[in-house]
């Protein structure tokens, strides 16, 4: 079965603190995605990595930046925490870089961070 | 630019009726994929059910079903025998073949409540 792993179930930062979320599937698969849920808006995708090193912005990337040093690992990095962030974190894999429709994106079970 | 509409913010059933939460699409790719996801309180992703447009008959798996009326762009989830832990939010999907063809596009969610 694969596996994504988020770092913690639960959060809690004060504002201006750096917060770093981490993220681990044991697929390899190539693509990893970082999305925030807030009720009545759905998920949004904050950024997404198709390759180690590679990083491209999803919708909302504003006061967000990632890192993936390796295929399996890929971090969210709030620079300067704000209550504005207070959300539901959810990290995302998928197998294939390309065109294949049908591959599904698996899911961690999701970081509640609350920003004090 | 691909969209999801799910028009239903909460839907009540009873236990052991059946279902239908709501979906429509918009895109301009040819080929595309359909996908529905269930959310429980816990706050995991659960991949649930696959439609690829090219896909000649409705997509099953087990009490789920998918209602696919490409001309109409709606990809309907059917739950036969609702159960009291289908109670979740009910996610729908798109993800397309072109530029950014990685990502999934999602819907703003359904709130399903099963009563005994």
């Known amino acids: 079965d694969v596996k994504v792993t988020q770092s913690s179930r639960y959060l809690v930062k004060r504002t201006g603190e750096k917060v770093f979320l981490e993220c681990v599937q044991d697929?390899?698969?190539?693509?990893m995605f970082w999305y925030r849920q807030d009720p009545g808006l759905g998920l949004r995708l904050i950024y997404f990595s198709y390759d180690v090193k590679m990083k491209e912005k999803g919708d909302i990337p504003e006061g967000y930046s990632v890192s993936r040093e390796k295929k399996e690992r890929f971090s969210l990095i709030l620079e300067s925490a704000s209550t504005n962030q207070t959300s539901m974190y959810l990290c995302?894999?998928?197998?294939?870089?390309?065109?294949?429709?049908?591959?599904?994106?698996?899911f961690g079970p999701g970081t509640r961070l609350t920003v004090l | 630019a691909q969209k999801i509409t799910q028009t239903q913010p909460g839907m009540f059933v009873q236990e052991k009726e059946a279902v239908t939460l709501d979906c429509t699409y918009d895109?301009?790719?040819?080929?595309?994929?359909l996908f529905w996801y269930k959310q429980p309180s816990s706050g995991e992703m659960i991949f649930l059910i696959y439609q690829g447009s090219y896909d000649q008959q409705n997509a099953t798996e087990g009490r789920y079903s998918l209602n696919f009326q490409k001309a109409r762009k709606s990809a309907n989830l059917v739950i036969s025998a609702s159960q009291l832990g289908d109670s979740a939010m009910y996610f729908c999907?798109?993800?397309?073949?072109?530029?950014?063809?990685?990502?999934?596009?999602f819907g703003k969610g359904t709130k399903l409540t099963v009563n005994p």
């Open positions: 697929m390899d698969h190539e693509n």
């Open positions: 895109t301009s790719d040819p080929s595309y994929g």
């Open positions: 995302a894999s998928s197998p294939n870089p390309g065109w294949r429709v049908g591959d599904t994106q698996y």
């Open positions: 999907a798109m993800r397309g073949t072109q530029g950014g063809s990685e990502k999934l596009v």
